[in-house]
């Protein structure tokens, strides 16, 4: 750790709702997390319920899961599991008491306080595509491996559009830059183009403690202030089936002594990793999720966690992972119902299995987030940006799945199911009657501009209209806009002391050799 900084002031004020954006690319909606008012759906009855925690339960009980990482097995034996070789056993008391010591709610507040995040009860929340290798848009119009330049306009758009509340991974996995300091570029660039909040990969000591530090300069933060609560957060993925990691788990354990926010994620694709039936590959996915939050409990007892869900199906012709599909938004909605069960936030996400931006890339993603929505789930990875199964990030798509996003954002908005004299609207009927119609009404002029969601890239003109203007697809408008966005985007504020801060932070850890790697 460097020495604790002094405070600071800002330059430029607090970015916010007010964050400066350039010339006004499009009308979006304002900076506003939606609140879920809505029911959750609910597929299983309670004793389906209670069958799906018994599984994971006995999965826990009786098989165990295999734990690579031996410090992690220390804690585990030091708390009175049993540990066998490297296989640990729990019983379910032991599990839901750490079950229990985890908050159903937590914040987490980035270097802008304005752009804080609640994780939890009914909060909704949408992260940029995180951890592609490769890139796509019109311009190449081919796959590509991914460089720093497209990290950064991906970050830029994640920056830009209000509907996306936190910066996950890398939008596209820099590869011109080595493994050993690209989580340093990365993070400089993340932390100076945008203010929202920040993650980690729990990919080893160096990764995690440098990208932990670089935050906390980010913030102006002492080492005190920075652990008093979460100001970023980190997942990390079980390695399905039933298996955990040396370099997460160590990550893992480092950010839950620094009381940061803890997602974990099994990537259970039923059919593959998990088993073919959708209860059995949510139970297993739980028994795997619930180690990390019992592991995190134990290392720090309060440390805010949520349980993820990646689980869904694979083609069974061809082994590749499915996305969007009905086995995918049931697991995620019968995920939810355990996650309420037990009192835990929830992550899923916004994927599809499309390989370029068409209506096949926007029906599954549209059902992955709708799913979310169903579901219950606070926290949607990789909502707007992710084609080919997570391999691919694009621009184009990630604005139209920001239309989406604003969709639900709007679909929330409980002034569409206000029922007060004014939106029942009994003297604006009357004066019609049943002749004229409703355009010239004083109760319609009131509201006409603010009445109904405004689309930012859906074209509303007919044939005729959408032809004399050109004939643009919908991806071909969305690649002009990403242009548009790129060319006008202001960085928002940071103090130049806090920048110097970070880049000689960077240089200084780069000197150092960065994170060990084997190439």
Not at 97 to 109: K, L
Not at 332 to 345: A, I, V
Not at 454 to 482: C, K
Request: overall charge negative; hydrophobic content about 40%; proline content about 6%.
């Amino acid at each position: 750790m460097t020495d604790e900084p002094k405070r600071r002031t800002r330059g430029g004020g607090r970015a916010g709702a007010k964050t400066r954006r350039g010339s006004a690319v499009i009308e979006q909606m304002p900076w506003n997390p939606p609140v879920n008012i809505d029911r959750p759906t609910e597929p299983l009855n309670p004793d389906g319920v209670a069958a799906v925690h018994d599984g994971a339960m006995r999965i826990l009980e009786e098989i165990g899961i295999e734990i690579l990482n031996h410090e992690a097995l220390d804690v585990f034996r030091k708390a009175g599991c049993t540990v066998d070789g490297e296989n640990v056993r729990m019983g379910r008391d032991m599990v839901m008491e750490y079950v229990a010591m985890a908050p159903s709610e937590f914040t987490i507040t980035p270097r802008n306080p304005d752009r804080k995040i609640t994780i939890g009860g009914k909060n909704l929340v949408f992260g940029n595509v995180s951890s592609p290798p490769n890139y796509w848009d019109m311009a190449l119009g081919r796959k590509v491996p991914g460089t720093r330049e497209m990290c950064r306009d991906l970050l830029r758009l994640t920056q830009y559009f209000n509907c996306i509340h936190f910066a996950g991974g890398y939008p596209v996995e820099p590869v011109d830059i080595h493994a050993s300091v690209r989580h340093l570029d990365v993070l400089y660039d993340k932390l100076t183009l945008t203010d929202k909040v920040m993650h980690a990969y729990s990919l080893g000591k160096e990764r995690v403690e440098d990208v932990m530090e670089m935050v906390r300069i980010s913030g102006g933060w002492t080492d005190e202030e920075f652990e008093a609560s979460p100001k970023m957060y980190t997942n990390i993925n079980s390695t399905s089936p039933l298996k955990h990691d040396i370099p997460m788990l160590d990550g893992w354990m480092r950010i839950a002594r620094r009381n940061q926010a803890l997602v974990v994620t099994p990537f259970t694709l039923a059919g593959a990793m998990a088993p073919v039936t959708m209860s059995g590959a949510v139970a297993q996915s739980l028994a795997e999720a619930l180690i990390a939050v019992a592991l995190a409990q134990i290392v720090r007892p309060g440390a805010s966690v949520a349980i993820g869900t990646f689980t869904s199906n694979v083609d069974m012709k061809t082994g590749a992972p499915a996305f969007g599909t009905p086995e995918y938004m049931r697991a995620t909605q019968m995920t939810g119902q355990l996650c309420r069960f037990y009192g835990l936030p929830m992550r899923s996400s916004g994927v599809c299995a499309a390989n370029v931006p068409d209506g096949q890339a926007m029906w599954e993603t549209s059902n992955s987030l709708w799913a979310a929505v169903q579901s219950g789930t606070n926290m949607v990875y990789h909502a707007a940006g992710w084609l080919e199964g997570g391999l691919i990030a694009s621009p184009e798509k990630f604005i139209m799945d920001c239309e989406v996003l604003q969709q639900i954002q709007r679909y929330m908005d409980p002034e569409i199911c206000a029922t007060g004299p004014d939106e029942i609207a009994l003297d604006a009927i009357k004066s019609v009657g049943n002749q004229g119609h409703f355009f010239g009404t004083q109760h319609t002029q009131d509201r006409y501009t603010t009445a109904f969601y405004q689309p930012f890239l859906s074209d509303w003109t007919n044939y005729e209209g959408w032809e004399v203007a050109g004939g643009i697809w919908t991806q071909e408008r969305a690649h002009h806009m990403f242009k548009e966005i790129v060319a006008s985007f202001e960085e928002p504020p940071l103090d130049v002391a806090i920048r110097d801060e970070l880049a000689a932070f960077v240089e200084r850890r780069k000197s150092e050799g960065g994170a060990p790697t084997d190439f």
